[in-house]
């Protein structure tokens, strides 16, 4: 039987977040009220267990703030997020898993992207009315 999201973060050290939408993991180089960088890392993978596994080791590099990932797919894809306090390490890390076999990875600047957030489409048909004023909060690391 396939471990259950929860299950794999747990085993690997990550909490659950956002009411279980997320499993979550401090880096090494978060403290209180320490800055992170505005531009994250943002992975896409069918693999939970390899997506939980690559943000564990992230988590443990030397200027990792923040590492999560979902507990629930979109149209078999898991999202995976990894924060760091410094602009090198992002781009480092994305020119070392932009070509990468099992996941999909990109750089989202929060800096260029918080003032789209209101704009932000719910393409949950159940609750769609075409109008795109449902909104996702900012604060991905405010936990």
Not at 70 to 83: K, N
Not at 92 to 107: F, M, R, V
Request: with cysteine; aromatic share 12%.
């Amino acid at each position: 039987m396939e471990k259950q999201p929860q299950q794999i973060g747990e085993s690997l050290g990550f909490r659950s977040v956002m009411d279980g939408r997320f499993m979550a993991r401090d880096g090494s180089a978060r403290k209180p009220d320490a800055p992170y960088c505005n531009k994250k890392i943002c992975f896409a993978a069918t693999d939970l267990s390899f997506l939980a596994h690559l943000l564990h080791e992230l988590s443990e590099h030397p200027q990792a703030y923040f590492v999560k990932f979902s507990t629930r797919s979109r149209d078999g894809m898991y999202l995976g997020r990894c924060f760091f306090i410094d602009q090198e390490s992002v781009g480092e890390t994305w020119a070392k898993y932009k070509n990468h076999p099992k996941a999909y990875c990109n750089i989202q600047d929060d800096d260029f992207s918080i003032g789209w957030r209101e704009e932000v489409k719910n393409w949950n048909a159940a609750h769609d009315d075409g109008n795109a004023s449902d909104t996702v909060k900012n604060g991905d690391v405010d936990l």
